[in-house]
């Protein structure tokens, strides 16, 4: 399971540090892929499978929602293998997706990380709806 927040900077070739503990549970190789809210998401190999059998097993020839979500998913998703200095390159379209300019700040989320700039995490991340957010978990009977 991913858990807490790192800031870390892109260079300026558009690579960036993935955190060790982050890397050890990720393994060699992994997904990055567009995320929801302009963030960009990185999935190990055994998630991304359960998430794309998912996608794949819907009736997507006849629901055009579906094709347009399998369209965002798959154009927008790369594997990756890090440097030997734990360094991923964020192609220059993902980047631009999740307005990636120099602060990254890399959130571990449970089953996937996310990767959002510094600016847009601090806006979307005010929680002054965390009461209102907090009551949606009883919807999941937490």
Request: hydrophobic share 35%; with cysteine; proline share 5%.
């Amino acid at each position: 399971m991913f858990m807490s927040e790192y800031n870390h900077s892109l260079d300026t070739k558009g690579r960036l540090i993935i955190p060790t503990r982050f890397r050890e549970q990720l393994g060699s190789n992994f997904i990055l892929s567009k995320g929801m809210e302009h963030c960009l998401c990185i999935y190990p190999k055994e998630e991304w499978k359960k998430l794309t059998d998912k996608l794949c097993a819907s009736p997507s020839i006849t629901n055009p929602k579906i094709r347009r979500l399998n369209r965002f998913f798959f154009t927008g998703s790369i594997e990756c293998e890090p440097d030997k200095q734990g360094r991923i390159l964020i192609p220059p379209n993902l980047r631009a997706y999740a307005s990636l300019e120099k602060e990254v700040i890399i959130a571990g989320v449970g089953s996937r990380i996310e990767l959002w700039d510094k600016e847009a995490w601090e806006e979307y991340n005010t929680f002054d709806d965390i009461e209102e957010l907090a009551g949606s978990l009883e919807d999941l009977q937490l």
